[in-house]
């Protein structure tokens, strides 16, 4: 039997596991009180570990974390395209019974001129929407 | 251990759900993992109310990453590991360190240690008073781990009261497995000479 004690990181595992390496180390083990006495302090902190009640949030996290989970936008804004589209009718249907009008205003421009300002000020209207409707949805999302 | 099976049906099958737009299957997700995520929240950071802000934006993070999980590990350990680098980024915020001004207690061959080493063995052996012992015991490594590095303390509870292997361990910190193995024996050795300086102390 040898009389070299164990080294600390073999009584830590035989701690953990209960297994020794060898008959040499077994033998000295069970004749050596030292280095029972040093398993079963380590025992005592294993033990002592696992009987550490695991902490718990005073909160509701799930609760709280679904929250401030945003909630998904659809792929497709049907609302606003509905809304453009009417908007794009209204202006169609005016503009058609307007034409007499519009004729009188514009006479004397060529096709392609005419048509530039008419796109030109669709563009104007579509953009100031889509602004609009950008800020609206910026002070709701503040508002929550 | 059965929580952190890697690529899990019960896994795919939530986050398929979550990314749907299920968010109950989120909320189950939070359920499942909640443990393992307050042991480390709790192990590194101290400020209660940090603590509650840090365990939100963690599973704001895992909600916002989960399109691009990869079920390479398990979803569990993916999000532990979201909340070990969550609380690492805040520690480096704070300016804290996870190993700071720490030392570890010098092993002394006393008489009075033998003596304390024999008495445990004995009470080991005689199995008396194990009620009081273990109240006593509990109380004394709470104090114990409580004075060890915030590192030690998340380490030697991912290992022995959430039962994490070494890889899972090493996945969740980045460190390497020898590093890991280094400091869970650091941490048990000096928490046995708490233990047995509590011991002496009290005149076991």
């Not at chain 1, 718990?56 to 804004?77: G, S």
């Not at chain 1, 205003?105 to 060529?110: M, N």
């Not at chain 2, 008489?111 to 008495?119: A, K, Q």
Request: charged fraction near 20%.
């Amino acid at each position: 039997m040898t009389s070299i004690h164990l080294d600390e990181n073999t009584i830590q595992q035989y701690a953990i596991t209960g297994v020794l390496a060898g008959e040499e180390q077994t033998q000295h083990f069970l004749h050596c009180n030292r280095c029972r006495g040093r398993a079963a302090a380590y025992k005592e902190v294993l033990a002592g570990v696992k009987d550490q009640p695991a902490p718990a949030f005073d909160f509701d996290l799930p609760a709280l974390v679904i929250q401030k989970i945003p909630a998904k936008k659809a792929a497709i804004p049907w609302r606003a395209v509905l809304v453009i589209a009417g908007l794009l009718g209204v202006i169609s249907l005016v503009t058609y019974n307007l034409r007499a009008v519009f004729g009188v205003v514009f006479e004397g421009l060529s096709l392609s001129a005419a048509s530039l300002i008419f796109i030109a000020m669709i563009s104007v209207l579509i953009f100031q929407l889509a602004d609009m409707v950008n800020k609206y949805h910026q002070q709701i999302n503040a508002l929550d | 251990m059965a929580l952190l099976k890697a690529d899990s049906a019960e896994d795919r099958y939530l986050v398929n759900l979550v990314l749907k737009g299920d968010n109950s299957a989120f909320t189950t997700i939070i359920r499942n993992t909640e443990r393992l995520v307050t042991q480390i929240v709790f192990k590194l950071i101290g400020n209660t109310d940090d603590r509650k802000d840090l365990a939100q934006d963690i599973y704001l993070r895992a909600y916002k990453g989960l399109p691009d999980f990869t079920f390479r590990a398990a979803l569990s350990t993916w999000i532990a590991q979201i909340a070990y680098n969550t609380c690492l980024n805040y520690l480096e915020k704070k300016k804290y360190t996870l190993l700071s001004d720490w030392e570890e207690i010098a092993d002394d061959d006393t008489e009075e240690t033998d003596h304390v080493l024999n008495t445990i063995v004995a009470l080991a052996d005689k199995e008396v008073d194990q009620g009081i012992l273990q109240k006593q015991r509990t109380a004394i490594i709470h104090q114990a781990i409580e004075t060890l590095p915030p590192l030690y303390k998340t380490l030697i509870t991912l290992y022995h009261n959430e039962e994490l292997s070494y890889g899972e361990i090493t996945s969740i910190t980045g460190l390497p497995i020898g590093t890991v193995k280094n400091y869970l024996f650091r941490a048990r050795k000096t928490l046995k000479e708490q233990l047995l300086k509590q011991y002496t102390k009290e005149e076991l």
